[in-house]
């Protein structure tokens, strides 16, 4: 029983092609949940498609931890890498910027153009590191807020997210309900299991325990790059599933000499991994990912008194996706959101995709995710 | 819409006339979506549908149909009391391994339990069990047993003794003959090719 009287909607594909980021300055101080402030933010953004007259066809793709604002096209002729989801930004593509206005904002305690620990503090002249406020969810998606109001958007058709950006993207739902027309979480949950804190924690000691860490106010040149490597490395592995990295990797030997120096590099996995966490280093502030994980580590939409209460003034349309293979953010902390939004009534769809990425296999192009989201959007 | 799934779409419009406008429902084994559809144009319904099956949600989400991909038992457990007023079980009750689990659970979260099912008593099923030796094969289930989901087909009568023995209220109650669109009015576990029930438990 297919829906042959519905024929997938398969349009040519495009490229949005080249693209610049734009940086949005809120001269406003900004208050965070915990209290702490900023006297003034900046947000780095990119936007793809047009921004119709009635302002009503905009879509907010919230990033992961280890993302940006770069999610589709190409800055310049030289640059082979797209944008970390281009696949699904572009002209006939399910986020199809023939018909949406995109916009992707790097987060607020990021490093990659927004302020963050990394940033200068305009009233000290130095950057804020350790002094930069508690970081929630709450205060990423607050901030994000800012930029839609630059856009003078009342209503965004959709927010969508991925991991740190699903977090974000029911963040969303619940603080604006007004603001959200309907909104599509992939890979994430309602909360940290004990498993994903262990593995930030541990993350995290090994930025630490680098005596170039040195509390937090390291030059930004001689950072803890040790310490960022190995926790990306480990991170990274939780972002794969063991058959994944098995059908990619093996056994397979990079260095088939073992009597050469015994702790080189030797299996191509090994070799893969500190790859990642080199090429790493050369993105990211180790004073921003200690607060993004913190903040990802105390999201918690069970508290302070129940997923219920917290999911209760959501109204948006909601559809969220869980992997099977993600034992990261597992298809249960996916699927519990889901439930207690059907308990309350709302309108909100949970599927499950059987895919071998692991916690990325939102970022692995995929027929029937490209489907899902590509229907959701047009519903 | 083919013969095929005029037959498929059965029991929506019985199932329509039990349900009233504004009502919550839930479909288990919802498949694509078509009932929950069809009840939202007609009464305006709160829908929720649950299947297993991946392709059916995204057919689900193309109907604008809310659905939830997973196990139906543990879905039943997620609700609190009487969450709902109508749970329909439309050709689902035969696949599952606990039957009598899954409909307590659905008359706890349900205040009514809509089951509609293919009678095995069926005189064709009958007759061609006898002279063939073979399954319940019709234009829904056109497909041998090797390429068919697990089935456990009742009759009727095996129904209405179960409901007795559980103590579930027989509300309303529709058979249709073999062509599963007149009413058959006499002998169901023999004329009736599908049967329809409204359940509800006594409390």
Redesign the interface.
């Known amino acids: 029983m297919n829906d042959s009287e519905q024929a997938p909607i398969i349009p040519e594909e495009g490229e949005v092609g080249f693209v610049e980021y734009q940086d949005f300055v809120s001269k406003e101080p900004f208050k965070f949940v915990s209290g702490g402030n900023l006297p003034e933010l900046t947000l780095r953004y990119e936007t793809y498609g047009h921004l119709n007259a009635a302002k009503d066809n905009a879509i907010l793709i919230c990033h992961a931890l280890s993302g940006d604002h770069h999610c589709a096209g190409v800055h310049g002729i030289e640059e082979r890498k797209q944008g970390w989801w281009n696949f699904m930004v572009g002209p006939g593509k399910p986020i199809d910027t023939t018909r949406y206005f995109v916009i992707c904002s790097n987060v607020l305690g990021g490093c990659q153009g927004s302020t963050g620990p990394g940033s200068i503090n305009p009233e000290t002249g130095k950057a804020y590191q350790l002094d930069f406020p508690k970081l929630t969810v709450q205060d990423m998606v607050k901030a994000q807020s800012l930029l839609v109001d630059h856009f003078e958007i009342d209503r965004l058709h959709a927010v969508i997210g991925g991991s740190m950006g699903g977090m974000q993207t029911v963040q969303w739902a619940i603080d604006f309900p007004d603001r959200v027309g309907r909104y599509i979480a992939l890979a994430c949950g309602a909360r940290h299991t004990a498993q994903a804190i262990a593995f930030n924690d541990t993350g995290r000691q090994a930025i630490i325990s680098d005596p170039a860490w040195q509390q937090g106010s390291y030059d930004p040149e001689h950072g803890p790059d040790q310490g960022l490597a190995v926790a990306r490395m480990m991170a990274h592995i939780t972002y794969l599933s063991d058959v994944g990295m098995e059908s990619k990797f093996g056994r397979k030997r990079r260095n088939a000499d073992e009597s050469k120096e015994h702790f080189e590099v030797e299996f191509e996995v090994e070799s893969y991994l500190r790859y990642q966490g080199a090429s790493f280093v050369s993105r990211f502030d180790a004073n921003s990912y200690l607060y993004l994980t913190k903040a990802l580590d105390r999201f918690d939409l069970h508290g302070p008194e129940s997923l219920d209460a917290t999911l209760s003034t959501v109204t948006a349309p909601g559809l969220v996706v869980g992997f099977t293979s993600d034992w990261l953010y597992p298809p249960q902390g996916n699927r519990e959101i889901v439930e207690s939004l059907l308990r309350l009534g709302k309108h909100a769809t949970y599927a499950e995709l059987a895919m071998d990425f692991g916690h990325d296999s939102f970022l692995v192009r995929a027929p029937r995710l490209y489907e899902l989201i590509q229907r959701f959007l047009i519903r | 819409m083919s013969p095929n799934d005029k037959k498929?779409q059965a029991d929506s419009q019985i199932i329509a006339r039990w349900v009233h406008e504004g009502d919550?429902v839930l479909d288990l084994g919802c498949?694509?979506g078509i009932l929950l559809e069809y009840l939202q144009q007609k009464k305006s319904i709160?829908g929720?549908g649950v299947d297993i099956d991946?392709?059916k949600?995204?057919?689900?989400?193309?109907r604008?149909v809310?659905?939830?991909?997973?196990d139906i038992g543990a879905?039943l457990a997620?609700?609190?009391d009487d969450?709902f007023d109508h749970v329909i079980l439309s050709r689902t009750v035969e696949h599952l391994e606990d039957a009598d689990a899954i409909l307590a659970e659905g008359l706890r979260v349900g205040r009514h339990v809509t089951v509609g099912f293919v009678n095995k008593g069926f005189w064709i099923n009958r007759l061609n069990a006898l002279l063939h030796g073979k399954r319940t094969v019709n234009e829904v289930y056109p497909k041998p047993w090797y390429e068919s989901m697990p089935s456990n087909p009742f009759s009727v009568a095996e129904f209405e003794t179960f409901c007795d023995a559980r103590k579930i209220v027989i509300e309303n109650r529709v058979y249709l003959s073999g062509d599963w669109l007149d009413e058959c009015r006499k002998l169901p576990n023999l004329l009736a090719g599908y049967a329809i029930y409204d359940l509800s438990s006594i409390d």
């Open positions: 498929r919550r498949g694509r709160y929720v991946l392709g949600i995204i057919s689900c989400v193309k604008g809310p659905a939830y991909q997973g879905i997620s609700f609190p969450s």
